[in-house]
């Protein structure tokens, strides 16, 4: 029997707290441990996890979510450590899947999985980025390079020696340390979570611009060039096609603005055709939008994901800025 370290990282989680706790008190398998650990909360969250927890672990002031899983593992007693964030439900056999992949895959030292469709979350924002992270983790390989915070284990001896250098990004900087170690990360489509997060426009803009910044500080210190051209599936989580995808936005946003200024036929032809290719690259996203939502949110999506994709160019940009900044800075 495999014993497993739960570690759930909090901070101001009062409003979906007890539901992710009362999700892991339901599993089936019962051989594990529940620790939380309280990112330095002002709200009732240590309260309302009281009842649940093995053990919660209390950081004196906020330091980020890096620095809470690292407090978690370095707590953990099991020889398997489960992340589980504290807007996630799992699902009744989520922690027999992992303890049962574990057992019957001795050469993989950590395993992710992904979100589901479904989304509790009214609004737009909510259900469409749920809709998108579904969507671009179902078409994974089964080798990944990345961890997904939501819902992540691994051996923890694999753990040991891993200090990711971000703060928003430190699942996928986790991924790329144990795969930079020689580690082995699998990835489960059937391994699904339900994600209780709710953004607004404000919070869906900000999340698409952290995280992006992040991935690029990333793709420089892991020379993510070398991932895409090796194993031809991007980055991290991000495909061939999402990155092209996002590169192509703001260059049409700028191809937009010089067809106007200058009103040449080689602007306009060149807008057009790259426009072309952005909505070939889109388009089995929307069609699946379409599917789940109707036609008015495939519509309102495709506006929405290229406003988006300008985000994560922004993001890209200053993440890569920042990093070559700081390098030359402190070299």
Known sequence: MSFLSIIVPTYNSQHSIEGCLKSIRNSLYKDYELIIVDDGSSDQTVALAQPYADRIVKLAENSGWAAAR???????????????????????????????????????????????RECPARGFFSQYKNLYMHYIFRRLPPSVT??????????????????????IADDTAFGQQLVLYGRSIAFLPD????????????????NDFRIPFDWARLFIRYK??????????????????????VSLAPLILYLACLAVATKTAFAQTALLTTL???????????????????GIFAVQSGVVTFFDQLVMGAGIFCGFFSYSFLNRKNG
């Open 146 to 167: 990345f961890v997904y915070g939501s819902i992540y284990a691994a051996k923890k001896e694999a753990l040991a020696d891993l200090r990711p250098f971000v703060k």
């Open 224 to 245: 993510g060039w070398k991932e895409m051209l090796q194993r031809k599936a991007g980055f991290a989580h991000a495909s061939n096609g999402q990155i092209a995808s």
């Open 191 to 206: 391994l699904e979570v339900v994600h209780l997060k709710r953004y607004s426009l404000f919070s869906f803009v900000r």
């Open 70 to 116: 690292q407090a978690g593992i370095n707590a953990a007693r099991g020889s398997i450590v489960v992340n589980v964030d504290s807007d996630i439900l799992i699902r009744s056999d989520t922690l027999l899947k992992i303890k049962n992949y574990f057992d019957g895959h001795k050469n993989v030292d950590a395993l992710t999985g992904m979100l589901s």
């Open 276 to 294: 072309f290719i952005w909505f070939l690259l889109n388009f089995s996203f929307i069609v699946f939008l379409g599917k789940e939502k109707g």
